[in-house]
């Protein structure tokens, strides 16, 4: 079974950055898509961005795109989101999520809980005006 864990959550000021990373274990496989996805109060869930197994497709909401930047080092099993200029709109509980590179990428399911077989527990990212 594998495992994820965020970290890196917290208060913030508007304007301010937080890195959020993303630990795997388990039974992973470093060819999968690494995605971000975030959930506010009384909203669903949502897409933030994702990132092919070796870093050469990259996807972005709208909302995040110029502010967040995706990345992940395979031989450390992880993945990070930096976000800067942050804004209380993107206060919101972060998770990230793996699946595989033939649903999440070939497949165009990026951007879809159902690209992705696992998740973490989330990280609370607060945004203070």
């Known amino acids: 079974q594998v495992q994820l864990v965020e970290s890196g959550g917290g208060l913030v000021q508007a304007g301010g950055s937080l890195r959020l990373s993303c630990a795997a274990s388990g039974p992973t496989s470093s060819t999968n898509t690494g995605g971000w996805f975030r959930q506010a109060p009384g909203k669903e869930r949502e897409f933030v961005a994702a990132?092919?197994?070796?870093?050469?497709?990259?996807y972005y909401a709208d909302s995040v795109k110029g502010r967040f930047t995706i990345s992940r080092d395979n031989a450390k099993y992880m993945v990070y989101l930096q976000m800067n200029s942050l804004k209380p709109e993107d206060t919101a509980v972060y998770y990230c999520?793996?699946?595989?590179?033939?649903?999440?990428?070939?497949?165009?399911?990026?951007?879809?809980?159902?690209?992705?077989?696992?998740w973490g527990q989330g990280t609370q990212v607060t945004v203070s005006s």
């Open positions: 999520a793996v699946g595989p590179h033939y649903r999440a990428v070939l497949g165009g399911l990026y951007p879809y809980e159902s690209g992705y077989d696992y």
């Open positions: 990132i092919s197994w070796n870093g050469g497709t990259i």
